[in-house]
């Protein structure tokens, strides 16, 4: 053989092998390119799967959020009316008469007063101090009877060691603490 035919036969192997380098490597790149893509859509799943999973999440939270707050409203609007419904109690008493406020006053100083204390009447009270002056329990217990300031109406026992706040506020706000299950049983089913 001669030199050129060497040279061309080299160049022929050459030119085979370079083209199946290249055909290799377009090969590799393919299947690169495949797996690639595979993985971008394994990638793309599991990333919209996560986030289905966290929209849910989320979802339920704000469900949650929701129902709390519903019931917060609820609470402050039974509040409210348990509030509203005192207040109508203590106007109630405030607009007793006359006749009706002294027999209630009775009633308290028959079953609080002792011997020697001092009647303070809410000075918005329809009552003077001799109207409460003249009750047989006032006499008999030696009270002494005073008007006092707006406190609420009622009255307070004023006393040598202890005072008894029968104001009608002290007395609703007593009531509302004795009874607060019942009252929360009745309000808040």
Do not use: H, W
Request: proline residues 1%; charged residues 30%.
């Amino acid at each position: 053989m001669n030199e050129q035919s060497i040279s061309k036969k080299i160049i022929e192997d050459a030119t085979l092998q370079a083209e199946a380098i290249i055909n290799n490597a377009i090969s590799e790149a393919d299947e690169q390119r495949i797996a690639t893509a595979r993985q971008a859509d394994l990638s793309v799943s599991e990333i919209e799967e996560q986030a289905k999973r966290d929209g849910e999440l989320l979802i339920e939270r704000r469900k949650t959020l929701a129902r709390l707050d519903a019931k917060k409203i609820a609470l402050d609007c039974k509040q409210e009316l348990l509030a509203r419904a005192f207040e109508i109690a203590r106007q109630k008493l405030n607009s007793l008469s006359g006749s009706d406020y002294l027999k209630f006053i009775e009633k308290q100083i028959a079953s609080y007063a002792e011997k020697g204390d001092t009647v303070c009447i809410c000075g918005s009270a329809p009552l003077s101090v001799a109207e409460v002056s003249a009750l047989a329990t006032v006499k008999e217990l030696g009270l002494e009877v005073v008007k006092g300031d707006s406190f609420g109406g009622g009255i307070k026992l004023l006393g040598k060691k202890t005072d008894k706040d029968l104001s009608f506020n002290a007395i609703l706000a007593q009531f509302a603490l004795t009874n607060a299950q019942n009252i929360s049983a009745i309000i808040f089913k």
